[in-house]
């Protein structure tokens, strides 16, 4: 794991490095630091989040070369809708701007555009071209992108929930069918594996309310490196941090 007062040594490109066949099949990140990468430079928060898109393309190329099946994204939070107006609407017109920009990109690199959090909150341009991508690439069998939009860890478990509470009272399922694993198609992430890696760059060391339920066996890696400066090495380094881990899941090793 990186030394966060350090700056990360850079890891070799060559991915024959990393164990092909140990590839995490579902990668969370936490995109963090595009404020603070603005701030060092003197530049406009805004202009953050715009150099955070270009990471954004280069991490998605990475995780498609590698055979990543889920990357899931933490976009924007239910909790951002506290930040100033002004950078919210920045966002969100970078988010149709992005999907407009490299939907066709997308889709001829076999990426599938997902969403997931509860986007009934977003402008109608946001929605509907999240509704475009979606539906243009849901045929493609890349890496899946799930955006994280006006998503938050609890709301979605207390969606849930509510969910299956209004099945058993219809008498869809009943109380002794609920188990853990059940519980998960009341979940965003429905039909997809719990992240087995959760990357936060910018040196913050939290979830932040990101993937609470799915993350309860992820293995965690944090960088001081901010989003916008974060490299494909960088996210060679954190897999192969991830393959050297022995994950045991509350038992023992085995002799």
């Known amino acids: 794991m990186f030394n966060f007062f350090k700056k990360p040594k850079p890891i070799h490109k060559d991915s024959s490095a990393l164990d092909m066949d140990r590839i995490p099949k579902h990668i969370g990140i936490i995109m963090d630091g595009n ?6 430079r003197n530049l406009p928060r805004t202009m953050g989040h715009k150099a955070g898109v270009e990471t954004i393309r280069k991490i998605l190329k990475e995780c498609n070369r590698l055979g990543v099946r889920y990357l899931t994204l933490y976009a924007f939070s239910t909790e951002n809708w506290k930040r100033p107006k002004d950078e919210v609407s920045a966002l969100m017109t970078l988010l149709v701007e992005y999907l ?3 939907l066709k990109e997308l889709h001829e690199n076999n990426v599938v555009v997902n969403y997931v959090g509860n986007i009934a909150r977003l402008p109608e341009a946001a ?13 493609n069998t ?7 939009l006006n998503y938050g860890g609890r709301e979605e478990i207390v969606r849930g929930v509510r969910d299956i509470a209004e099945a058993v009272h219809s008498g869809a399922i009943k109380v002794e069918d609920i188990t853990e694993e059940s519980f998960k198609d009341y979940l965003y992430t429905k039909g997809q594996p719990d992240p087995e890696l959760i990357i936060r760059p910018s040196g913050e060391l939290r979830l932040s309310n990101f993937l609470l339920y ?3 066996y992820s293995e965690l890696w944090f960088s001081s490196i901010n989003w916008p400066d974060f490299s494909e090495d960088h ?18 090793k085995s002799e």
């Open 35 to 40: 404020g603070r990468w603005a701030k060092g």
């Open 100 to 102: 407009k920009n490299e």
């Open 127 to 139: 929605q509907r071209a999240l509704s475009d991508a979606k539906e243009m690439t849901k045929d």
């Open 142 to 148: 890349g890496v899946q992108m799930n955006l994280a």
């Open 214 to 216: 799915q993350s309860a």
């Open 235 to 252: 996210l060679r380094g954190a897999i192969a941090d991830y393959q050297k881990r022995d994950r045991r899941f509350g038992g023992v």
